[in-house]
């Protein structure tokens, strides 16, 4: 069993007014993040000074195969959402095939309420660069690549001056470090598209095509990029690598849990205090989250969040004793994702948040399944009639039956996504969608939402 | 009757001329040694089209098509699918307002609304003197920061009416603009130019902002036991009495 404070301190059942059990400097783990307020945290000379690049020394001494077997032990799980244990992926490349091998993260977040990637990279881009050696120098890889969402160019610069400056050191290039492992790393911006997130979709993209998601099987451990075997990772997924081969796989384990070990970026936005980024051992709790950061904003209250992003069921604040583990979170019935927890308050409308969701679906089907194709447009026709006070009764029913012809008939699992907001919201917030029907509006004022009502309010 | 414009290249499209297509072939043989396969260079190459013209013309295509040994059908079906990719000439600065669900409701709605008024133009539309190009974006991986307001993908964190709307007035006067997190803002081609995976060679912009932003830093700062929690307000207000399940 485990040994780490969360874990006691979810036993606790005290009232929440004595602010749980453990101090926050206890509940909280920033190992990715523990150098982020570094003037220069991004460059090489800084990371170094943390310790970079000693998990590769660490790594390198090994052969590949037990390198494998000590992240799979370790029970590091994808950070990027669907949570597939890290090690195992990388075991399903075929070894002596006669293919390349390519590794390439999925730096594509885009995830309504996901960002926990790009202030890692724009703070400490090297621990992705280390890892991704690490990763290649398991799978046997000579190339790897990192598809970064187009969108953010400040990362992109940094990502740019890493691979430079790993280049320069002898961490990239030819004979890296002595091992005799080559290795090249090709950074490519996308050019905006949320189903490029979706790994298959991701290599299409990479491919130089639409970003449509491809049949499985073959796998991309099997058949990836241009058909060869190819591992796709999260970016946090790499980026824990080199603390865990660093510091040991004993020292990872102690955190969290037994089945969800280690530490994670928990990204809190919304209607809180203190929003921002928290790296905590995994299964810590929205409660005592927003215990250590000011709770929500002076004078409201939790109306509903969202564990993972917008495509985990939402939850309300009868969830903010769940776990934030794998287990947890799921058998509360939403899922772990992207630890993307998106609060809001009473001042907000669920139709509202909902619609603007499903019209972000909408917009962004790739268009290969006429399920999510078809079934996002209807959901915004829907939608938009009912947050206006156009809809009528039988229109709920009706978007529960699309919602349930998405959900699994989909070509891949962002449909699934989209059917979660609408399952999730009526059946913890139905009368708020009949109000707007038997009302002929909504009921909400939107200004009393934003970043500036209490201010106004108070000035 | 309805005009319907499918947005299809007019062809035969017109070639660069001579100096720029030279430029521009160097450009793309160094984008395409990054690949294994040349066609993976198309999205970089698209992106290094639109830093010549700020959008994708229909030059562009035929160019990419040559390069590639593609169809310009297979260039425009890729060109078309990617919200990044301009589609008609546009503004030296893309203003893009998030209003996905979480910055809409922090106040993301109002910006918009505000912009458009101030600025006179609606979605995806360009002021006259051809220097802003307004538009809504969905989440762009910034919602500890909402409302966002993305300019030439530079970040502009906690935005409200005003401060957009002033940000706005300083780029259509010619005035230097710095994001919260980024690079003193470039022009849109030249931010283009990066996107095809040519680094900003320049001075200080790697280092512009500094380290991260005050919010991805608040879980380090209360690790560390920098900020006093004494201002503790409970989430569930006067419901806190029902305490633990």
Known sequence: MTVSTPKESRGDTSPPE??????????LSPVLSAFWDDPQSWTLATYRRHEGYEGLRKALAMTPDDLIAYVKDSG???????????????????????????????????????????????????????????????????????????E?????????????????????????????????????AGAGAYICGEETALLDSLEGRRGQPRLRPPFPAVEGLYACPTVVNNVESIASVPAILNNGKDWFKAMGTEKSPGFTLYSLSGHVR??????????????????????MRPGHRLKFWTPGGSSTPMFTDEHLDVPLDYEGVGAAGSMLGTKAL????????????????????????????????????????????????????????????IADNINGKSFCALGDGAASPIFSSLKYFREEYEQHITGKGCPFDP?????????EVNA | MTDIQLGMPQLPAPDYPAEVRERLAADAVEVIARYPDSRSALLPLLHLIQS?????????????ADVLGLTTAEVTAV??????????????????????????????????????EHLGVGNNETTPDGKVTLEHIECNAACDFAPVVMVNWEFFDNQTPESAKAMVDDLLAGRPVEPTRGAPLCTYKETARILAGFPDEREGAVEATGGAGHASLIGLRIARGETPHTSIVHPRGETTTQGGE
């Open chain 1, 342 to 401: 998106q609060c809001f308050d009473e001042t907000t409308c669920v139709v509202r948040a909902v619609t603007r969701w499903t019209e972000f679906y909408a917009h962004e089907s790739c268009g290969k399944c006429t399920p999510c194709r078809e079934g996002t447009y209807w959901l915004v026709q829907l939608l938009r009639d009912i947050e206006t006070g156009k809809g009528v009764m039988s229109d709920l029913d009706k978007l529960n039956d």
């Open chain 1, 447 to 455: 200004k009393k939402s934003t970043l500036w009502a209490d201010t």
């Open chain 1, 152 to 188: 953010v160019v400040p990362v992109l610069r940094r990502l740019h001056e890493a691979v430079r400056e790993a280049y320069e050191a002898g961490y990239l290039g030819k004979d890296i470090l002595g091992s005799g492992l080559d290795l090249d790393i090709t950074v490519h």
């Open chain 1, 274 to 295: 203190g929003p921002g980024q928290y790296e905590a051992p995994l299964g810590i709790t929205l409660r005592q989250l927003l215990d250590m950061s000011g709770g």
């Open chain 1, 76 to 150: 590091l799980r994808g950070r990027g959402g669907a949570g597939f244990p890290t090690g195992m992926k990388w075991q399903f490349i075929p070894q002596g095939d006669g293919k390349p091998h390519y590794l390439v993260v999925n730096a594509d977040e885009s995830e309504p309420g996901t960002c926990k990637d790009i202030p890692l990279l724009f703070a400490n881009p090297h621990s992705l660069i280390e890892g991704m050696i690490i990763a290649c120098y398991a799978i046997r890889s000579a190339h790897a690549f990192i598809y970064l969402r187009g």
């Open chain 2, 52 to 64: 010549q013209e700020g959008y994708v013309s229909r030059t562009g295509i035929r160019f990419c």
């Open chain 2, 79 to 116: 060109a078309t699918f990617y919200t990044m990719y301009r589609r008609k000439p546009s503004g030296d600065y893309q203003v893009g307002v998030c209003t996905n669900t979480l910055c809409a409701v922090m106040g993301g709605d109002a910006i918009f609304d505000e912009l458009k």
């Open chain 1, 18 to 27: 004595a602010g749980g059990s453990g101090s926050p400097e206890k509940l």
